[in-house]
Structures are given as structure tokens and as C-alpha cells.
């Protein structure tokens, strides 16, 4: 770490050594050989005196020009080094310069990379708030054990991060006695110590950077002060990347029940029509349409708070019954929609048969004495088959959708399209 040096400096002014003595002997270099020439020696011990003069002189010059090098090498490089306050300023200018362009892992690499130059750091994690609980999870990570770090919550008040969550200081936990109890030993195997650093803003902590190194940071001079201003710098960068986030996040879900909603619906499956037209033969593509038998009726008679209820439980069972490649994503009233990536019409057939006995023996509590069953209407569509761009196979997934409401008594009845002409 460099730190500026605050001691005396030397004004641009002021006379080196070298100078105050090149300067006082030539001062008395003139005295010593006037006397020389009025005094009664020898003239063999004149001229040896005034070559030795003469010597002293070449060797003064010599070590004063010396002198004068060396200084201004330092100089030079002390002018290039990057001190504290620059490295902080670059911290600044990233900000400025990057603002809410970069993605949040990106953008976390750049600070560790950053906050490295200034103290020595191996690795580097991010705490935020958990949005389920009173705890704190790591939302990005740097270092040998990022992927770990990643999967980590800890209590609100754990660990070094609790204890700066709540002190709103720098924290630094020397010999990791603090930090053991919230973190795996062999998490922190390679780590010599630990440090957090409360990024704060309107007076409230919204994230606490703890970063970890091989050194001690409590043998680095003012490393308390250096980190408290590490933080001011980086806690307007990071909130600026964080709050973008969470608009690109909202921009994408569901209100009501959290799920993707139909813009992120199309954006995946314009991605997983591009795999299977890369691979026509081998990778089937099905979407489907879900909805809930009449809904309008629960809405009308038991208010909109139990809709939302039974919209919540109806992303909560389909979700528990499908793969981790599925996306599922909400339309718009009770419409779902889902993307089934590999899956041909008739494993699709299959999800949907499993889905219907799943509901079928889960009732929904409509109130605190009454249970009801809830029935979904299914439509689908498969890649090439029944279209070959998005817009497409939800067309046909809706009409499929309709068509077997149709079948129900009483609904209007649906007839191939080469009859209706």
C-alpha cells in the first residue's frame, strides 16, 4: 500500500547538502590560496597544497553531482507512483465513467481490482440484506473462493459483516476470530485476515464489503482510515449499479408472483428458438399456455386479495413440478406461460398430465373454513410443427387453449379452420 508522507519536505528552494557544501568551499577555496600565496612555504609545498585543493575540489563536484541524481530519480519516480489519493481518484472516475453501464459481476471485478491496489487483497465479497429473512447473503465475489462465497448467508448480526452491518465502521478482524464463526474454515484457509467495509447512504448501510488478504491489515499504517475512504468512494458506484439492477429486475417480473413475466418470456424463448433451429432435428422446442377455470368467478366472489392468492399458489405448484431448464413466466390476468426446452409434444403431454394430478390433490384454503379445487386449462405448441418463431407457437398455444375450453358443455364448438371456409 502507498501511503502520501506527511512528514517535513523539503521546499523547491531550499539548498541540498551537496550545495551548502560546493558552496561554502568555494567560499573558502580563494581565502585559503591567497594566503597561500603570501606565506613564506616552499614553492614545491605550494603547488602541493593548491593540487590538493584542486582534488578536493574535482571530488566534491563529483559526489555533489551525485548527489543531485539520485535526488532527482526520487523525485521522478514518487511524481509517478500512484499514491493513495490517486488510486481513490481513480476509484471516483470509474464511477463517473462507467455509471450503470457495466454488469453488476463486472463491475465488482473492476472494485476488487481497485480497492487491490490500494491494500492487499486476495479476495472480496458483497453482503446485501436478504429479501426472505433477517440475514445477510453475498450477492458478488471475487478470489479463489468466489463460487462458495456466492452461496453464502449469514445472520444479520454474524460474522464481521454483521458487526459492520451494524456499527456502520470499518471493521477488521485480525486473526479471523470473528469471521471463523460465520465462514468455513477451509473458506478462509489461504486468508490471513479480514476486513469490512459498510458502504453507506442517507445515514443507512445497504451493503458491506468485506475483503479478505494473506497480510495482516492491522500491520498496514492508517489502513482503518485508507478502507473508511475506500468506502465513501465506492458506495456511490455500487449503489448506482445495484439500484439499476433492481429496475432491470422489476422491468422482468411479476408483481404478484414474483415469476418472469411476458416480456422475459419472449427474450428466453427467442433464445431457445435460436438453439433448435441450429438443431432442427435433435432439439425439440413445446410451449404452453395455462390458465384457471373460472377465475373470474373467485375473483367476483371472493375479492381480488384471494385472485392473487390463488395466482401465488398457482406459480407455487407449477413450479415444483417442472425441470430446472423449464422457464415459466405470468401473461397477463390468470394466464401462464411456459417454455419447455428438449421437450416434444408428447413429453409435453406428460408434464401436463402430471401437473393436473399434482392440483388435483392440492386444494387451495379460499378462506379459513372453505377449500376448492383449482383447474387449469392447458394449450400448446410445438417448434416447426405448429410454428417456427415465437409469436407463432403462442398464437397456436392459445387457440389450442380456447379450443379445449370449447369442449367444455355449453361453449361455443370449435371447427378446423378448411370447414369454416
Known amino acids: 500500500m502507498r501511503i502520501p508522507y506527511s512528514g517535513f519536505k523539503r521546499s523547491d528552494n531550499a539548498l541540498s547538502p551537496a550545495q551548502l557544501v560546493l558552496g561554502l568551499f568555494g567560499l573558502l577555496a580563494p581565502v585559503l590560496t591567497f594566503f597561500l600565496a603570501v606565506s613564506t612555504l616552499a ?13 578536493g575540489y574535482a571530488v566534491i563536484c563529483l559526489w555533489s553531482f551525485q548527489r543531485s541524481r ?25 464511477a463517473e465513467f462507467f455509471g450503470s453501464s457495466l454488469q453488476p459481476a463486472d463491475l465488482f471485478r473492476l472494485v476488487s481490482s481497485r480497492v487491490g491496489q490500494i491494500v492487499p487483497v486476495t479476495g472480496a465479497a458483497l453482503f446485501v440484506e436478504s429479501s426472505v429473512g433477517h440475514a445477510l447473503e453475498v450477492t458478488q ?35 479471523l476470530a470473528l469471521e471463523l464463526q460465520a465462514m468455513p474454515a477451509e473458506m478462509l484457509a489461504d486468508v490471513a485476515s479480514a ?96 390458465d384457471i377455470k373460472n377465475f ?20 407455487e405448484k407449477l413450479t415444483s413440478q417442472l425441470r430446472k431448464m423449464d422457464f415459466l413466466a405470468r401473461s397477463t390476468n390468470d394466464e401462464f406461460l411456459l417454455v ?10 406428460e408434464i401436463m398430465d402430471r401437473i393436473r394430478e399434482h392440483f388435483a390433490a392440492e386444494p387451495f ?27 407463432q407457437l403462442l398464437r397456436n398455444a392459445r387457440v389450442r387453449k380456447q379450443q379445449a375450453k370449447a369442449e367444455e358443455p355449453t361453449k361455443v364448438l370449435w371447427f378446423p379452420k378448411e370447414y369454416v371456409n
Open 43 to 55: 614553492d614545491s609545498l605550494k603547488i602541493f597544497i593548491l593540487v590538493l585543493l584542486a582534488l
Open 70 to 94: 539520485a535526488s532527482s530519480v526520487t523525485e521522478e519516480a514518487a511524481s509517478t507512483s500512484p499514491t493513495l489519493e490517486d488510486n481513490l481518484e481513480a476509484i471516483s472516475d470509474a
Open 141 to 175: 465475489a471475487t478470489g479463489p473462493n468466489a463460487d462458495k462465497l456466492l452461496e453464502m448467508s449469514i445472520g444479520m448480526e454474524s460474522g464481521l459483516a454483521g458487526m459492520a452491518w451494524i456499527s456502520q465502521e470499518v471493521e477488521i478482524d485480525a486473526d
Open 195 to 290: 476486513a469490512a467495509i459498510p458502504l453507506v447512504h442517507d445515514s443507512r448501510v445497504f451493503a458491506v464489503l468485506v475483503v479478505y488478504s494473506d497480510q495482516k491489515f492491522d500491520a498496514i499504517p492508517n489502513c482503518h482510515s485508507t478502507l473508511a475512504a475506500v468506502g465513501s468512494r465506492l458506495a456511490p458506484m455500487l449503489l448506482s449499479s445495484m439500484s439499476f439492477e433492481r429496475s432491470a429486475s422489476n422491468a422482468l417480473t411479476d408483481k404478484v408472483t414474483s415469476l418472469p413475466n411476458e416480456r422475459a418470456f419472449f427474450v428466453v424463448l427467442e433464445n431457445q428458438l435460436a438453439e433448435s433451429l441450429r438443431h432442427r432435428h435433435d432439439r425439440p422446442l413445446t410451449v404452453l399456455t395455462i
Open 296 to 315: 373470474a368467478d373467485v375473483n367476483q366472489s371472493f375479492g381480488f386479495a384471494a385472485g392473487d392468492r390463488m395466482l401465488v399458489f398457482t406459480a
Open 340 to 349: 419447455l426446452p428438449t421437450a416434444s409434444e408428447k413429453f409435453a403431454s
Open 365 to 391: 384454503g379460499i378462506s379459513e373454513t372453505e377449500d376448492m379445487k383449482v383447474w387449469l386449462n392447458f394449450g400448446w405448441a410445438t417448434f416447426w410443427h405448429d410454428g417456427e418463431t415465437a409469436d
